[in-house]
């Protein structure tokens, strides 16, 4: 590295471009590039303590690419998706807790007030809903998916449940058979198929039969996909059925930027809608956002924003004011694989104190937790891992170099599923004192910092650390007492 590099070219999302192999690279032409770009990055090369960063960060890249390229499923699934197909974790959830607010706002006349009802007004969730999904890898080529949910809405409530077995049928596709049943719209059979045409044009299929107490509904839907540049996609997709409907979009997302434009022609809804997203390039992954929405059913403006307020977990507030939908506030949390949504409708009307609150309130409220609470935590983990550090190396002690937790695939005959893990590097070295790790037998995920990122799954404790100078490594089960430095631990220089 004989120069520094922008960070524009150490984000690459190209695997194979940053191994420098052909797509149809074997598995010996990936093994082999991955260990020469290994030796040509490796941080302990360089003392310069910025070509140190940027090695670190091109390290911890190629070995990421070829963890993917070189397990089978996970190559297939990068193919046809791209990086963010592997973004999506085995078990995924949502539940959403709908309150209504409205009695804070809205205004009644005063033929209509009850006497005596005291000035406190009355909230209340009207409406929950939850819903689950696991993948399951069968085989290199088959995945299971099962899911389900549950709803109620003033006391009244059902709940479905899903399952799909899918199977790549190449790197230029997959298809795909549902099987659902539930007490709202009766059983379902379904069939989706996804292709790649060409490295920049795809189209995906689906077909169903929903069957109900007023005889069979069929529908069909199909999507015509096309990169337009690097940053943008065009989508055309048709409807038939029930609510039949022909829309198309445009998205363009950048570093720093997203953009959506969409139309739709159908029944009963027909809309257009423009939005745009400016993401600040902070540690905080900061974004502001903007939308409006008109058609048939009335016009919605919606304004919000949204930051990561840790390492796993991204806070956001929307906005919504329309007519005649009044105005809402929708409160999100993204933890992990877990997304937790919370819309309070404000009112009914269009009222300047209800969108001044909406706005004012959670800006106040999230400058109040950040600066109390979350601000002095993190600062409080940073200069504990830095005083840490320092005394460590001054003694060329202990010093955790990578520590990862969650499910590890180890077994040959699993290759086909995938790891997931979460980077435990911060916090485990805050647990070092004087030199020495020491892990009780409970459960890690408990530990500060640390989270189940396979919940109901077989985990370990994967670490990296350095001691005296030489490099040691240990894998140690979920509720396993461990303690570090071992002699046993050491990486021979052969290895």
Request: a neutral charge; aromatic letters at 8%; glycine letters at 8%.
């Amino acid at each position: 590295m004989a120069s520094s590099l922008d960070d524009d070219e150490i984000l690459n999302d190209d695997y194979y471009s940053l191994l420098n192999v052909r797509r149809e690279a074997t598995q010996d032409e990936l093994k082999a590039a991955y260990r020469r770009l290994c030796m040509l990055y490796h941080p302990d090369k360089h003392r310069d303590p910025e070509l140190k960063r940027q090695a670190e960060q091109l390290f911890n890249l190629v070995h990421e690419a070829y963890e993917v390229l070189r397990e089978p499923q996970a190559r297939a699934i990068y193919d046809i998706y791209g990086k963010r197909g592997l973004d999506v974790d085995g078990w995924e959830g949502t539940i959403s807790v709908g309150i209504d607010a409205t009695d804070v706002f809205d205004q009644y006349e005063e033929d209509y007030e009850e006497v005596g009802t005291g000035g406190v007004p009355h909230i209340e969730i009207n409406k929950m809903h939850i819903s689950q999904s696991i993948e399951a890898p069968l085989t290199t080529k088959d995945t299971a998916i099962l899911s389900g949910s549950l709803s109620t809405h003033n006391g009244n409530g059902g709940g479905t449940i899903n399952l799909a077995l899918r199977r790549v049928t190449s790197t230029k596709g997959w298809g795909e058979v549902e099987l659902g049943a539930g007490d709202t719209h009766g059983p379902l059979l379904a069939m989706k198929i996804f292709r790649n045409l060409t490295p920049r044009f795809f189209v995906t299929g689906q077909c169903g039969l929903q069957f109900s107490s007023r005889g069979v509904r069929p529908g069909f839907t199909t999507m015509l996909a096309r990169h337009l540049d690097k940053n943008t996609m065009g989508y055309l997709q048709w409807r038939w059925g029930v609510q039949s409907s022909m829309n198309t979009s445009i998205v363009r997302d950048t570093k720093s930027s997203h953009f959506t434009f969409a139309m739709q022609l159908g029944i009963p809804h027909t809309f257009m809608m423009m939005s745009y997203q400016y993401k600040f390039q902070d540690e905080d992954q900061t974004k502001i956002k903007g939308s409006v929405k008109s058609g048939f059913f009335g016009t919605v403006i919606e304004y919000g924003a949204e930051r990561k307020i840790s390492r796993h977990s991204v806070l956001g507030a929307t906005v919504s004011v329309g007519v005649p939908q009044g105005v809402s506030l929708k409160i999100k949390l993204n933890r992990a694989s877990q997304t937790y949504l919370f819309p309070i409708h404000l009112t009914d009307q269009l009222l300047p104190s209800a969108v001044f609150y909406a706005t004012v309130g959670p800006l106040v409220f999230y400058l109040a937790i950040q600066h109390l609470i979350i601000r002095p935590y993190i600062m409080l983990m940073q200069e504990s891992v830095r005083r840490i550090i320092e005394t460590e190396e001054s003694k060329m002690g202990l010093i955790i170099l990578n520590a990862w937790y969650g499910k590890f695939v180890t077994d040959n005959s699993r290759k086909h599923e995938r790891a997931k893990v979460i980077d435990v590097s911060v916090p485990l070295q805050c647990l070092v004192k004087d030199s020495k790790l020491i892990l009780t037998e409970t459960t890690k995920s408990g530990l500060p910092g640390f989270y189940d990122p396979c919940v109901g799954e077989e985990k370990s404790l994967k670490v990296l650390y350095q001691f005296r100078g030489v490099m040691h490594q240990v894998l140690s089960g979920d509720t396993e007492p461990l303690r570090i430095p071992k002699q046993s631990h050491r990486i021979d220089a052969d290895t």
